[in-house]
């Protein structure tokens, strides 16, 4: 990641991950029916946000795409 790239990120505030091919996605957030919010990656930076607290990111081990998850609660 150049440095910057890394200043954009903390100014903008978006989210970006790169996966062991060297893509760069970015997250965005849309809705579906009732409402509910679903995260996607997208190679467009337009319009992306920063990741929310209570989710993390995995990277599909057959695919290298990434996904969000939600963070384990300890109980």
């Not at 996607?40 to 319009?47: M, N, Q, V």
């Amino acid at each position: 990641m150049a440095i910057t790239d890394a200043i954009k990120e903390l100014i903008v505030g978006s989210y970006s991950y790169v996966n062991k091919k060297g893509q760069r996605y970015f997250l965005h957030v849309g809705t579906g029916r009732g409402g509910t919010k679903l995260y996607f990656f997208s190679k467009d930076p337009k319009d992306s946000i920063s990741l929310p607290s209570d989710r993390m990111v995995v990277e599909s081990p057959r695919t290298a795409l990434p996904i969000i998850k939600r963070k384990f609660k300890p109980q």
